[in-house]
């Protein structure tokens, strides 16, 4: 398998200063609009420079600015480039940081059907930062597909891709976002038996070494040396042994106890172990390990953004399989805190394999918590796809999680937490049991049994079930590995180290 450069696509991405639109030599140009905007910006020039084209079209109704409609001009005349595509950003109120990505990203998805050499994005003066950064990020995750073991492919990176009117600095911190995005989305696209514990426990360190992180990794030896009870377990079915993932970036410099603790479910595949999934709920169970890809790569973002905060990110990789070993129902573990577990349900692995990297965790003393899993089914059933489930023991940690969410155009709900939910995770045999009475309210009763091994630090879980993984494409991404909350993460460590 290929080593996975953190950089990617970015190192290709350039930002040069505005010059006349007729001078520009590219295969395509891209330039934003809002609603009934051909008056207005880079829209304006470009109109300008081909004797009105635009104004044309938008009285016939065929330009609207509508939000993400693409509409390309091939060959246009008064310009030198092979086409230009216009981007609908819907109402110049309404354009926030995620409309900016999925802008961008719808662009650079079409045009990267074909090979081009170089696209130049003209960057719309009226965003902010903020939004210039998402719509640098957005180009970049637009323009990669699923296609990895595809002889031909569904997109090609653009050979060179230039932001007109941006200051490199911009250019740079938009890249490595679209950098951080991508790599979770190629983690969980990779197919099972090429990403396993050990080689994405390898990956992630080759992305630490490149973004300035400390990497430990245990084996199967340390985990048990650690009392990982859990986590060995579950992974006893696979011929794949586990590993725990610790990352550690110091942004703020002293050795202070993190501001931060990422903590990502890494199931490589669930197969549901004995308690076997069904052929058609197992086919995407690849993206088992999409909480785990997120945490990389949302602590390699901040790591290489080089935000100044202090850093943690642990990831529990397993297979769960069902070799002649493998745990079974009615078996009682001692978790890694001492808590004994009663496994009702082998398919229920995630929060076992949480259970202990949560208590690893705890041991470093961390100001927060946030964790991110593909946990359960019932979170899809509750929110549906494209929604991430919130679940806490500190409001205001999962209302700032909430806010980065909604300015980065993620969407995620919080559900609650009652503590009459305890009860249903309660066993006759062991502390607890690993499924609910029952599958009602299934996301909620999985977040209650991992809220038990935070030991009570301000935490929020992420059910990221939904949203990790899309079966269909959407019109800015490709299907397969969404890399969901990458950006919202990195915007919480971003207000977190202000
Ligand atoms: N990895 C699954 C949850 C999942 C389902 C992720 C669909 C992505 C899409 C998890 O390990 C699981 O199997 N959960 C069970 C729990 C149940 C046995 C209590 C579920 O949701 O059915
Ligand atoms: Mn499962
Ligand atoms: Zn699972």
């Known amino acids: 398998m290929q080593e996975m450069a953190f950089d990617g696509q970015a190192e290709t991405v350039k930002a040069a200063a505005a010059v006349a639109l007729d001078t520009i030599a590219a295969d395509v140009i891209v330039v934003f609009m809002t609603e009934g905007g051909v008056a207005d910006g880079m829209a304006a020039e470009v109109d300008r420079a081909t004797g009105g084209l635009l104004t044309r079209l938008a009285d016939n109704g065929d330009l609207s600015g509508k939000r993400y409609e693409c509409v390309p001009l091939l060959a246009p005349s008064g310009l030198q480039v092979g086409q230009v595509l216009v981007v609908g950003l ?41 939004q210039t950064e998402q719509a640098v990020a957005g180009a970049i995750a637009g323009m990669v597909g699923q296609d990895l073991y595809r002889s031909e492919k569904k997109r090609t990176p653009f050979g060179e ?43 992630a360190a080759t992305v630490a070494s490149q973004t300035g992180m400390q990497a430990e990794i245990w084996d199967e030896d340390r985990l048990a040396r650690e009392g990982c009870r859990a986590m060995l377990a579950v992974g006893r079915g696979s011929v794949r042994a586990p590993r725990l993932v610790l990352l550690t970036y110091r942004g703020r410099g002293s050795d202070s106890p993190p501001d931060l603790a990422l903590v990502g479910k890494g199931v490589t595949f669930d197969s549901g172990g004995l308690s076997l999934k069904p052929s058609e709920g197992m086919l995407t169970m690849k993206c088992d390990m999409a909480g785990g890809a997120t945490m990389l790569a949302a602590a390699a973002t901040i790591a290489a953004l080089k935000l100044p905060i202090n850093l943690v990110a642990a990831i529990g990789l397993v297979e769960n399989m069902t070799g002649p070993a493998a745990y079974k129902l009615g078996d009682v573990i001692t978790a890694r805190s001492g808590t004994t577990i009663e496994i009702h349900n082998t398919d229920a692995e995630g929060r076992v394999v949480l259970a202990d990297v949560l208590d690893v965790v705890r041991g470093l003393g961390p100001q927060r918590i946030v964790d991110a899993a593909t946990l359960t089914g019932a979170c899809v059933v509750a929110l549906g796809l494209d929604v991430a489930g919130l679940f806490t023991n500190d409001q205001p940690l999962c209302s700032a999680v909430a806010d980065a969410a909604r300015a980065m155009g993620e969407p995620v709900w919080q559900l609650p937490m009652f503590p009459e939910y305890d009860e249903q995770i309660k066993s006759e045999v062991a502390d607890i049991k690993n499924v609910g009475e029952g599958r009602w309210g299934g996301a909620i009763t999985a977040a209650k ?20 993984f899309a079966e269909k494409p959407k019109p800015w991404i490709d299907g397969g590995g969404t890399g969901t909350l990458v950006r919202t993460l990195v915007t919480l460590a971003q207000r977190l180290s202000q």
Do not use: M
Request: glycine residues 10%; aromatic residues 8%.
């Open 90 to 130: 819907g109402k110049r109120e309404d354009v926030d940081a995620g409309i900016c990505f999925r802008a961008t990203a719808s662009a650079a998805r079409l045009v990267a059907a074909r090979p081009r050499a170089k696209v130049v994005f003209l960057a719309d003066r009226a965003w902010s930062d903020a």
């Open 161 to 203: 891709t230039v932001w007109l009117g941006l200051a490199s600095e911009q250019v740079t911190r938009g890249g490595i976002l679209g950098s951080g995005v991508n790599l979770a989305r190629r983690l969980v696209n990779l197919p099972p038996d090429d990403l396993y514990p050990e080689s994405f426990a390898e990956q």
């Open 449 to 468: 049994f991992l809220e038990r091994f935070v030991g009570g630090i301000p935490w929020t879980h992420i059910d990221i079930a939904g949203p990790a």
